[in-house]
């Protein structure tokens, strides 16, 4: 085994998991899940059959991935917050062929307690703020905050945020990394370097 899990954990047979990846305390892995290198799942983490999850991503402690959630490379899960995979549940009414899809772009982080409704993207490097409700999509490198969540800012690669309008032209650089960004519209592009 390339990846390390405690004893209490439950990983279905079946179940992909990536070299170096760190699997804590009562966490299930389902059989169809796909998880990637170097991933930590914190204590009480479950993860379902119809669930990839790329390299490098933190799941912090009580996150629950349902079915039809994609995580692509390097996203921070906060501690307990929450994916949905059905937009109207009823305890009484079978649903499960209604899923929809939720896909967290690279790099993103979603801050503890926030809710993802399904069916929304959330762009790479987006930062979603503690305790949001996201029922929309969220632009690449958007800092979006409140219920519902709305955009209040921008953020840079390194989690640091950018001193630009929401809308309109700018150009900024990372006073940590030297990278560059700039606003046209409401879209925020990272320069090559």
């Known amino acids: 085994m390339s990846y ?3 004893p209490s954990a ?3 047979e079946g179940a992909r998991i990536g070299e170096g990846s760190r699997i804590w305390h009562f966490v299930h892995v389902c059989a169809g899940a796909r998880i ?3 991933v930590s799942l914190g204590q009480n983490v479950f993860i379902a059959n119809k669930v990839i999850i790329g390299d490098r991503c933190k799941i912090q ?3 629950s991935v349902y079915d039809n959630v994609t995580i692509e490379d390097g996203v921070f899960c906060g501690p307990s917050m929450v994916f949905t995979n059905v937009y109207n549940p009823r305890a009484l009414v079978e649903r499960k062929n209604e899923y ?3 896909l967290v772009k690279r790099g993103a982080t979603l801050g503890a307690n926030c809710t993802i409704v399904c069916g929304t993207t ?3 490097y987006a930062f979603v703020g ?3 409700v996201v029922n929309r999509n969220v632009p690449s490198y958007a800092l ?3 219920v519902s969540a709305h955009q209040i800012g921008w953020m840079s690669e390194f989690g640091e945020r950018l001193e630009l309008p929401l809308r309109g032209e700018g150009k900024v650089i990372c006073k940590h990394t030297g990278a560059s960004y700039i606003l046209s519209g409401t879209t925020l592009v990272k320069l090559p370097t």
């Open 122 to 124: 959330i762009g790479e």
């Open 4 to 6: 390390s899990v405690h």
């Open 10 to 12: 439950i990983i279905d």
């Open 130 to 132: 503690a305790g949001a």
């Open 36 to 38: 990637g290198k170097e």
């Open 61 to 63: 402690n009580n996150v």
């Open 100 to 102: 929809r899809d939720t």
């Open 144 to 146: 979006v905050v409140g």
